[in-house]
């Protein structure tokens, strides 16, 4: 495309070396990798928070003197709040764009987790934590936008995937974090590291651009609506555009062409969030209490099942973008689901241990797939409210409604167990609703998806 059938503000930012590197989707450049750097820390983050939390869970209990019951009520009213960092940062990412938020996301996070620490009751930790949980929701979800934006097709659902894989290692450095520094330090030790992560705003804002398919849906949507109030002709097509982008967002998304979308893709976040939640929010009390771990135990665990869901999700990726995103669901699914079932039965240690970090291949593998495939769901014009659209319906069905299921069995069977085992079912169903009615998109240019 010449400079003179770009719009005004692509050709404004096509005077940056590193916006023309990522308009290029014919090779990858050291712009594409900052992009990919970027996302990454953004998924690290958040796997270093959710398992932070996680791990403290059994000595924030005991030192405010709560019940299950109440902690799980605080737990899901911080989600809930959280749950709004879902929508409204890809709402204002498709008003102002990717870059500028994404920034703002990493700094809020980490002037908040040391806040945490200074908690002096219960109620003042669940606080801190919706605030930690509010702006961290939006930065992994631009962060995967902007990658699937800027990204050759080609290399689309490994780089996703190999993003999300950071998950795992924020994981593991939590676990290392409980292991080392909860044991020796009490819990509040646990929310001080995560305040140097803010210098990486900088980073991101300085080597990161905007993303170039924003810029073009942004400079289309003015001059169509710079053509209308001049009066003069505008094609059938653009108003046809039009009359889809003009309207309020939520109502984009039910829109006979993007509703079956916009289900597919809400069903997929839900039952994923769903399946995790238990995981995410109850395993280390389900060793402790069941199997007897002490912190260091579980800690150590965690820096495994981390690491080795590293390699599951990196595998996910690439085999998705060779063999399809189908396939790649169907595989780590029921791997997670056979390995699962076996460790929800198992009573010693080691086979807690190793069996567990077996499941955790497959379990954490298949969100590589999962977050590739909502972002690639929706055009640009609406990707940022579609996905988080998505996701916030299963952050709320997976943090605020499922946790009253999870509890509600704990109370009466006396032990998570019963909680745990509708996981494999939830992973079973999720994996023949994606294989009968999903679309595949591998290599598959986002204009050509859907525009």
Known sequence: MSVTEMGPLEQAHMQSAAF?????????????????????????????????????????????????????????????????????????????????????????????????????????????YALVRFSLNGEWAIGSMLVAETWPARLRGLVISADRSAWGVGAALAGGIAAYIVSEFGWRAAFLPPAFIALIAIYVRFMCPESPYWVRTKDRRDRINARVAAGQIVSAEDRDWMGKAGKVGIKQLFLPDLLASTLLSTFVASTSVIAFSTVGLWMPLFLKEAHGFSPAEYGTFYIWWGLVGVTGICFAGWFIDRLGRRLGFALMLAQATIFMTWW??????????????????????????????????????????????????????????WPFVSVYLRERTGSFQAAFLLIPAMMILQAVVVWFYSPEHAGKELDEISV
Request: glycine share 12%; net charge positive; hydrophobic share 50%.
């Open 20 to 128: 023309r590197a990522a308009a290029d989707n014919t090779k990858v450049s050291a712009t594409h990798w900052h992009i990919a750097l970027a996302n990454g820390l953004g998924w690290g983050f958040d796997g270093m928070d959710g398992v932070i939390f996680a791990v403290v869970a059994p000595q924030v209990i005991k030192e405010f003197a709560v019940d299950l019951t109440t902690y799980r009520s605080g737990v899901q009213i911080a989600m809930l709040i959280g749950i709004g960092g879902l929508y409204f940062w890809p709402w204002l990412a498709d008003k102002f764009g990717r870059r500028t938020l994404l920034a703002i996301n990493i700094a809020m996070f980490s002037i908040c987790m040391p806040l945490v620490a200074l908690s002096n009751s219960f109620w003042f930790y669940v606080g801190t």
């Open 344 to 401: 929800i039965f198992a009573t010693d240690k080691t086979t807690l241990f190793w069996v567990g970090i077996v499941w955790g291949w497959g379990f954490l593998g298949v969100w590589g797939p999962i977050t590739t495939y909502t972002a690639e769901m929706f055009p640009t014009r609406i990707r940022g409210v579609g996905n988080g659209f998505s996701w916030t319906v299963g952050m709320f069905c997976g943090y605020v409604l």
